[in-house]
């Protein structure tokens, strides 16, 4: 897919390459127990917001246009499309996401660095637990 329209910049991605989207929460451990609820409320948000991306093109395509300040119906639709059929409705994050990361990354560290000290997956779990995810699911 590719982006030609005037005024916006995206990134083009053809579409033979297998992109892993994530959409997750960084931050510190610290601040996971500090606000654990006002992640989990995030979270929450996110998933709710892919979930109208991928069922209410209408709304998602209205609120692309005022977030990208753009008038260019085709394109937001294009563009509503094409996230519809690749954001998962819930992420978790995996040791793949963070070997990529640590990859990039220029702290000598990193190459020592195991991805799995980096995920905290349990806010993700405990949302599913509670079954919120059920009332977005098709």
Do not use: C, H
Request: charged share 30%; hydrophobic share 40%.
């Amino acid at each position: 897919m590719a982006f030609r329209k005037k005024g916006l910049k995206a990134l083009v991605v053809p579409e033979d390459v297998n992109v892993k989207w994530y959409t997750g929460l960084i931050t510190l451990e610290k601040k996971i127990k500090e606000r654990r609820r006002a992640m989990i409320q995030f979270i929450k948000a996110q998933i709710e917001a892919v979930s109208i991306i991928k069922k209410d093109p209408t709304k998602a395509r209205a609120a692309l246009k005022s977030y990208f300040r753009s008038s260019d119906d085709d394109l937001m639709a294009e563009y509503q499309n094409y996230l519809a059929v690749k954001l998962p409705l819930v992420t978790r994050v995996g040791t793949d996401n963070i070997k990529s990361l640590l990859l990039t990354s220029t702290n000598p560290a990193a190459n020592n660095t195991k991805p799995e000290e980096f995920i905290d997956n349990s806010l993700v779990d405990e949302i599913l637990r509670e079954g919120f995810v059920k009332q977005f699911e098709q």
